[in-house]
């Protein structure tokens, strides 16, 4: 049985077919063609990438106005899910499924009912602005994929539609945190005190500065216990799967960014501590899989009440890491590389803060300058 308005239909076979137009050169007519798939989500998925990779509906521009597509009949919303399933065969997992979720979080009831034809930036303002949305970076990541659906329509259906420009506001995100030195001396005394895998852990990540999905996803194999180094290749994450509805599944996905992929040095003291914990699995603190990131964070919070720390995120450890590491003297390349970042630039603005004590030796030290030039100039005046 078909899906009515979207010409794709169940076969005899089992099968599902998917329909599609495009222009034949070399017979000078449009001619009809098809793509299989076993589930009506997959034979929609190949027609999606089939037209998005160039052989788009009614390409004749000779002797057919592209422009003559009834675009009217066609809603955002509808060419939203093609670029999407288009974007499975061309782009990593954990990306569609964010693009996705941003799609349905805030386009898809917003503006997904209406015409294509009828999108204008002034429309888009007017239905976002019930959402609310006080966060600069989901911001950026609505228009960024509204933008990107209207390209995929422009090439889709060769109608030139406008960029939607995001009216940028003052947005005063949450500053970010890091341990004070005295925290992080009652954390490290519950750490070595009951040091389980789950303390190790922490404890790494006050090392290293890795993430939480990278520290989960970390194996055996990752360790070079000669060269004294850990090596990222993967991270952990909860997406989305179509399959489960509203469900998350855990899954293993490549680093956030090609400079995530990174080697990063030990020092003794944990090489000697991941030793104690060598137990021929797959994975450091997962076992035979994944350690489930929400476990961790689980551990995490008991152990800061242990220490009696009050409660900062998870990535809190990565802030201190890098704050510590600019206060003992490393320089800002080196840190940006150790933590993957893409540049300096964010390794400065967002992971050193310095804390009131470095800003207090700093002042000190001006002080004692001033002492000495005042005391220079006394001495000449005498």
Known sequence: MGRHGENIRKRSDGRWEARYVKYDEEKGKKTCHSVYGHTYEEAKSKRAAALFMGEREYADKDSFTQKSVALADVTFGATAEEWLAALKSRQKQSTCEKYGFIYRSFLKEAIGNIPLEMITEKLVQQKLASERITSGSIQKSIFCVLNRILQYASER???????????????????????????????????????????????????????????????????????????VKRTVQRLYAEDLGTRTALMLTPPKSHNSKRKIPLHDAVIKQLMKFQD????????????????????????????????????????????????????????????????????????????????RMYADSLCHFYARLNGQIMGGAG
């Open 280 to 359: 021929g699995k797959e994975y450091v603190f997962g076992g035979d899989k994944p350690l489930d990131p929400r476990t961790m964070q689980n551990h995490y919070k008991k152990l800061l009440k242990e220490a009696g720390v009050s409660y900062k995120n998870f990535h809190t450890l990565r802030h201190t890491y890098a704050t510590n590491c600019i206060e003992g003297g490393a320089d800002v390349k080196s840190l940006s590389e150790m933590l993957g970042h893409s540049n300096v630039k964010i390794t400065l603005n967002y992971y050193v803060h310095p804390s009131m004590d470095t800003k």
């Open 157 to 231: 259906y060769g109608t030139a539609f406008p960029e939607i420009k995001r009216h940028t506001a003052v947005v005063y995100a949450n500053k970010a945190e890091t341990f004070t030195k005295s925290e992080q001396a009652m954390l490290l005394s519950v750490l070595y005190a009951k040091m389980d895998r789950f303390s190790l852990a922490v404890l790494l990540c006050l090392f290293t500065g890795i993430r939480l999905g990278e520290l989960c996803g970390l194996k055996w194999t990752d360790i070079d216990f000669t060269g004294r180094t850990l090596t």
